[in-house]
């Protein structure tokens, strides 16, 4: 069972920036994809971006442009950059990991506010 464990979470004032990492127990080399989602109070967790075992990638719409995401398999971690941040971005962001069976982190919390 993989595990995956994010931090780099905060508080931020809107147009800053964070940048969230996600270490993961096994060989993310060997994943087929990782990705991010969040969670605002009251809604349903959303999808945010994805990175291929090759490297591609892709980003929701409200976060393309100012999101990046990216790995390091040599220290089998996952990052988000997150640029030009909103108060809408405010959530819980969880990291995941498609092994091929699918896990989540425990999410670390994103608050943007002036």
């Known amino acids: 069972q993989v595990q995956l464990v994010e931090s780099g979470g905060g508080l931020v004032q809107p147009g800053g920036s964070l940048r969230l990492s996600c270490a993961a127990s096994?060989?993310?080399?060997?994943?087929?994809?990782m990705g991010w989602y969040r969670q605002a109070p009251g809604k349903q967790r959303e999808w945010v971006a994805t990175i291929t075992n090759v490297g591609f990638t892709g980003y929701a719409a409200s976060v393309k442009g100012r999101f990046t995401i990216s790995k390091d398999n040599a220290k089998n971690a996952l990052y988000l950059q997150m640029n030009s941040l909103k108060p809408e971005d405010t959530a819980v962001y969880y990291c995941?990991?498609?092994?091929?069976?699918?896990?989540w982190g425990q999410g670390t919390q994103v608050t943007v506010s002036s």
């Open positions: 995941n990991a498609q092994a091929p069976a699918i896990a």
């Open positions: 096994g060989s993310i080399a060997s994943f087929y994809a």
